[in-house]
């Protein structure tokens, strides 16, 4: 039997390619997604026989990384996991996905996901939840739950996600892997099929928080191609592990800690806090007084933004038609058989937020009341250098249990989203688990462009706790 | 807050069958009530965020180059005659 690589690092397996031979470390995760994605349809798409593992140079040498099927890849089928992209081949490659290429980096999987990115389970597909690796009833979060759930399984080096109000984060925090939203504009969204265009960011899911540094040395960067991409220089986010937060001020907002978080996530969470202090860490109270608005003006906002931006999926130039007597019954039959529940309960919503008379009302209000959410985080940032929270108030769902009601499952995303309105960087590190095996994960959110100072910090907490070697019980025993 | 379910899935070009549009209405009804909570702030003298960054106006020299795309775009496409997307017809002759 060859030799299983596929519970490497990336940065592990980048190291093994150079060892074995870049074919070796792909049939290793090949194989293993195989074995397992029947069970997690975690991966959409893949196979190792449409690749090549390449010549092993470059950063990310031959290793093979899943991405979430809204980025775009030339010549493969890019679906957003919604029916009315069936067919849809984009006939160029996202920026995302030329820069992992030219990196060395293997474009394997195409990861499931909430249809059009709507949703915190990955139970909106088109083609099927995805499952939880640390228990199939459960869900892996969403809406980069597939990404998420791959990494977790091992039948993934690293994925690519994208973030809109906690897609990212959250489901790392479900699946125990590292998540990552870089700054609004820090990576180019050239190719990534748009949802909420002032808060989309695509960000690094991995097994190690060296992992999401090194792919954020690869994938940060203005992009002319790109022209809400920011033209900051880029660091060398490696260089931030330096293995300590003395003099570090982390700001803990209490009311993220109040009534309606699990008692087990807070527990977890607390002991994060008393590790960073404990390292010399200086622990600050913050106050974000409109975090508490932060559901509430993302739902105007950001389904305005969606409806908007899925005016494009009208059966003319890519994805499915549905034939019509006329054209707008073409449109009609096409959009209203191709997209799903969710997509139309936010299709709809955001055009009522966005129509005649209720703009000033609804879209207005919400934009100002954001306004208040960013100077919130500038206030706390004027003390602390980084926001520490938990990533969820609840361990992982079971399927099927908040997908009747919207609002529930929008509130599960209570604390992600504030980050994705004020633009600025956050991340989930695993920090525990629950009794009964469940993953927790602590948020980090820093100041615009400062990536780094939350990957130090997620460093001295991973690095502390060390559970990386705890994985899913996948087949009966720990695979 | 009032709104017509019949009249926005016309907007959004979608149509509803009854069952979704009772689903659909009701849910609509709970998330508008629950965002109404923003009316209670006061926001009459804070400017709105539409970009999070400040940016604004950013230009490029408008440059021709070749994309290279259009005969993979078109060969994906759900109807095309020659080098065109093929649409039910739209104008009447009349008109």
Same mark, same amino acid.
């Not at chain 1, 990861?111 to 949703?119: L, V």
């Not at chain 1, 994208?162 to 504009?185: E, H, N, W």
């Not at chain 1, 034939?323 to 309960?345: C, H, N, P, V, W």
């Not at chain 1, 969820?392 to 769902?397: E, N, R």
């Given at each position: 039997?060859?030799?299983?690589?596929?519970?490497?690092?990336?940065?592990?397996?980048?190291?093994?390619?150079?060892?074995?031979?870049?074919?070796?470390?792909?049939?290793?995760?090949?194989?293993?997604?195989?074995?397992?994605?029947?069970?997690?349809?975690?991966?959409?798409?893949?196979?190792?026989?449409?690749?090549?593992?390449?010549?092993?140079?470059?950063?990310?040498?031959?290793?093979?990384?899943?991405?979430?099927?809204?980025?775009?890849?030339?010549?493969?089928?890019?679906?957003?996991?919604?029916?009315?992209?069936?067919?849809?081949?984009?006939?160029?490659?996202?920026?995302?996905?030329?820069?992992?290429?030219?990196?060395?980096?293997?474009?394997?999987?195409?990861?499931?996901?909430?249809?059009?990115?709507?949703?915190?389970?990955?139970?909106?597909?088109?083609?099927?939840?995805?499952?939880?690796?640390?228990?199939?009833?459960?869900?892996?979060?969403?809406?980069?739950?597939?990404?998420?759930?791959?990494?977790?399984?091992?039948?993934?080096?690293?994925?690519?996600?994208?973030?809109?109000?906690?897609?990212?984060?959250?489901?790392?925090?479900?699946?125990?892997?590292?998540?990552?939203?870089?700054?609004?504009?820090?990576?180019?969204?050239?190719?990534?099929?748009?949802?909420?265009?002032?808060?989309?960011?695509?960000?690094?899911?991995?097994?190690?928080?060296?992992?999401?540094? !090194? +792919?954020? %040395?690869?994938? /940060?960067?203005?992009? &002319?191609?790109?022209?809400?991409? $920011?033209?900051?220089? #880029?660091?060398? @986010?490696?260089?931030?592990?330096?293995?300590?937060?003395?003099?570090?001020?982390?700001?803990?907002?209490?009311?993220?800690?109040?009534?309606?978080?699990?008692?087990?996530?807070?527990?977890?969470?607390?002991?994060?806090?008393? !590790? +960073?202090? %404990?390292?010399? /860490?200086?622990?600050? &109270?913050?106050?974000?007084?409109? $975090?508490?608005?932060? #559901?509430?003006? @993302?739902?105007?906002?950001?389904?305005?933004?969606?409806?908007?931006?899925?005016?494009?999926?009208?059966?003319?130039?890519?994805?499915?038609?549905?034939?019509?007597?006329?054209?707008?019954?073409?449109?009609?039959?096409?959009?209203?058989?191709?997209?799903?529940?969710?997509?139309?309960?936010?299709?709809?919503?955001?055009?009522?937020?966005?129509?005649?008379?209720? @703009?000033?009302?609804?879209?207005?209000?919400?934009?100002?009341?954001?306004?208040?959410?960013?100077?919130?985080?500038?206030?706390?940032?004027?003390?602390?250098?980084?926001?520490?929270?938990?990533?969820?108030?609840?361990?992982?769902?079971?399927?099927?249990?908040?997908?009747?009601?919207?609002?529930?499952?929008?509130?599960?995303?209570?604390?992600?989203?504030?980050?994705?309105?004020?633009?600025?960087?956050?991340?989930?590190?695993?920090?525990?688990?629950?009794?009964?095996?469940?993953?927790?994960?602590?948020?980090?959110?820093?100041?615009?462009?400062?990536?780094?100072?939350?990957?130090?910090?997620?460093?001295?907490?991973?690095?502390?706790?060390?559970?990386?070697?705890?994985?899913?019980?996948?087949?009966?025993?720990?695979? | 807050?009032?709104?017509?379910?019949?009249?926005?899935?016309?907007?959004?070009?979608?149509?509803?069958?009854?069952?979704?549009?009772?689903?659909?209405?009701?849910?609509?009804?709970?998330?508008?009530?629950?965002?109404?909570?923003?009316?209670?702030?006061?926001?009459?003298?804070?400017?709105?965020?539409?970009?999070?960054?400040?940016?604004?106006?950013?230009?490029?020299?408008?440059?021709?180059?070749?994309?290279?795309?259009?005969?993979?775009?078109?060969?994906?496409?759900?109807?095309?005659?020659?080098?065109?997307?093929?649409?039910?017809?739209?104008?009447?002759?009349?008109?």
């Amino acid at each position: 039997m060859a030799a299983d690589y596929s519970k490497l690092s990336l940065k592990e397996a980048v190291a093994a390619a150079r060892e074995a031979g870049p074919d070796a470390i792909l049939q290793s995760v090949a194989e293993r997604s195989a074995r397992l994605n029947p069970k997690l349809n975690a991966l959409l798409r893949f196979d190792a026989k449409r690749v090549s593992a390449g010549s092993g140079a470059g950063v990310l040498g031959g290793v093979p990384i899943a991405v979430k099927d809204n980025i775009c890849v030339d010549g493969w089928e890019t679906t957003c996991a919604s029916k009315i992209l069936q067919g849809h081949v984009p006939p160029y490659d996202a920026t995302v996905i030329e820069k992992i290429k030219a990196a060395g980096g293997v474009i394997f999987g195409q990861a499931n996901m909430d249809e059009f990115a709507f949703g915190s389970s990955s139970e909106t597909s088109a083609w099927g939840p995805v499952r939880n690796p640390w228990d199939l009833e459960r869900v892996p979060g969403g809406s980069s739950g597939g990404s998420a759930a791959a990494v977790a399984a091992d039948m993934a080096f690293a994925a690519l996600g994208s973030d809109t109000g906690g897609s990212i984060r959250q489901p790392a925090a479900f699946c125990g892997v590292v998540g990552l939203k870089p700054t609004y504009g820090r990576i180019s969204r050239y190719g990534l099929i748009a949802f909420g265009s002032s808060f989309d960011q695509i960000g690094p899911i991995t097994k190690t928080v060296e992992d999401s540094a !090194l +792919l954020m %040395n690869v994938l /940060a960067g203005h992009d &002319p191609k790109d022209s809400t991409s $920011a033209p900051q220089a #880029v660091p060398d @986010y490696t260089r931030a592990l330096v293995g300590n937060v003395k003099g570090l001020k982390v700001g803990v907002p209490e009311d993220f800690f109040a009534a309606g978080l699990d008692p087990e996530i807070e527990k977890s969470v607390r002991t994060s806090i008393k !590790l +960073l202090e %404990n390292a010399g /860490a200086q622990i600050v &109270p913050v106050a974000l007084p409109h $975090a508490k608005y932060s #559901v509430a003006v @993302y739902y105007i906002v950001a389904v305005a933004e969606a409806s908007s931006n899925l005016g494009r999926f009208d059966g003319v130039r890519f994805g499915r038609r549905v034939q019509g007597a006329d054209l707008i019954e073409m449109y009609k039959k096409t959009r209203s058989d191709g997209f799903g529940a969710e997509a139309k309960r936010r299709i709809l919503l955001g055009t009522f937020v966005l129509s005649a008379g209720y @703009y000033d009302a609804y879209y207005l209000q919400g934009q100002k009341v954001r306004t208040l959410i960013r100077q919130d985080f500038s206030t706390a940032f004027e003390k602390a250098d980084l926001i520490l929270s938990p990533t969820t108030p609840t361990p992982p769902f079971k399927i099927g249990e908040k997908l009747t009601d919207p609002l529930a499952m929008y509130l599960s995303d209570i604390f992600t989203i504030p980050a994705n309105l004020a633009g600025v960087p956050a991340l989930s590190v695993p920090c525990g688990f629950t009794a009964s095996g469940l993953p927790i994960g602590v948020q980090l959110m820093g100041r615009p462009f400062e990536e780094s100072v939350i990957l130090r910090a997620a460093h001295t907490i991973e690095q502390t706790l060390n559970l990386r070697a705890r994985k899913p019980m996948l087949e009966g025993a720990a695979v | 807050m009032s709104f017509e379910i019949q009249k926005l899935a016309d907007l959004a070009r979608l149509e509803l069958k009854p069952e979704e549009k009772a689903k659909l209405e009701k849910d609509l009804a709970a998330i508008l009530s629950y965002v109404d909570e923003l009316r209670k702030l006061n926001t009459a003298a804070v400017e709105p965020t539409s970009h999070v960054l400040n940016m604004e106006n950013v230009f490029r020299e408008d440059q021709v180059r070749e994309s290279g795309v259009r005969d993979k775009t078109l060969k994906h496409a759900p109807q095309t005659e020659g080098t065109l997307f093929k649409v039910p017809k739209t104008v009447d002759k009349e008109s």
